[in-house]
């Protein structure tokens, strides 16, 4: 069973531009969340969708988006980069809402660095 | 809001030792679940433990267990005959409606 999926792995953007990664979660699980790993910050979390509808969201500014298609792959887009965006991002994947038990399987992560 | 804190940055342990690691949280919730997940160099997270805040008894894997105390509200990951390839960052997390992680514990085990 393939295990979730995140690409790009690596991409450099400079100030300004804007960013789309992708997760395509474990098959069958309708759930799936987003985090950013930074040094500085530890894991906080973004976002979480459920069956195509954003279900939670974390205290970051409007540049953050997101979205879940029909198949429950998962995109994130993050506009007007800066210098403090540079992060691991990770991805998470599981059956249920994040409200309950229910392991989250997590991606291998998207490392974006802002130049 | 949640706030779960990791008080230790870094901890060593020699293989086959036994390391605690400390995490304690905070929520108003009375519905939770608990987690401890494991970070390997450049590899994915994945989750070692969890425990149901409803449970009174500590969770067991292997040689992973937990000591829960509810009323102090802390939760701490005790590993036993500590191997090699425990080495990682492990993060404390606390889930109602999201998983907020802890700041994470490296922990480097020595031969």
């Known amino acids: 069973k393939a295990g979730v999926t995140q690409t790009p792995r690596y991409l450099i953007k400079t100030r300004g531009q804007q960013v789309t990664l992708s997760c395509s979660p474990i098959?069958?699980?309708?759930?799936v969340s987003w985090y950013q790993q930074t040094p500085g910050q530890g894991l906080q979390f973004l976002f979480e969708?459920?069956?195509?509808?954003?279900?939670n969201k974390g205290n970051f500014p409007g540049r953050f988006s997101g979205r879940q298609f029909s198949n429950s792959r998962s995109e994130m887009n993050v506009s007007t980069l800066e210098l403090g965006d540079s992060a691991l991002y990770l991805c998470?994947?599981?059956?249920?809402?994040?409200?309950?038990?229910?392991?989250?399987?997590f991606g291998e992560g998207s490392r974006l660095t802002v130049l | 809001a949640q706030t779960v804190t990791q008080s230790q940055p870094e901890m060593s342990v020699q293989e086959a030792e036994t390391v605690t690691l400390s995490c304690t949280y905070d929520t108003s919730e009375n519905n939770y679940y608990l987690f401890w997940y494991k970070q390997p160099p450049s590899r994915q997270m994945i989750l070692v433990i969890r425990?149901?805040?409803?449970?009174?008894q500590n969770a067991t894997e292997n040689r992973f267990s937990v000591n829960f105390q509810k009323a102090a509200k802390s939760f701490s990951l005790k590993i036993s005959d500590s191997q090699l390839g425990d080495t990682a960052m492990y993060f404390c997390?606390?889930?109602?409606?999201?998983?907020?992680f802890g700041t994470g514990t490296r922990l480097q085990v020595f031969p």
């Open positions: 969708y459920f069956s195509e509808t954003q279900r």
């Open positions: 425990q149901e805040a409803y449970k009174q």
């Open positions: 098959s069958g699980h309708r759930s």
């Open positions: 998470a994947s599981g059956h249920r809402l994040a409200g309950g038990s229910g392991e989250l399987f």
């Open positions: 997390a606390a889930r109602s409606d999201k998983l907020i």
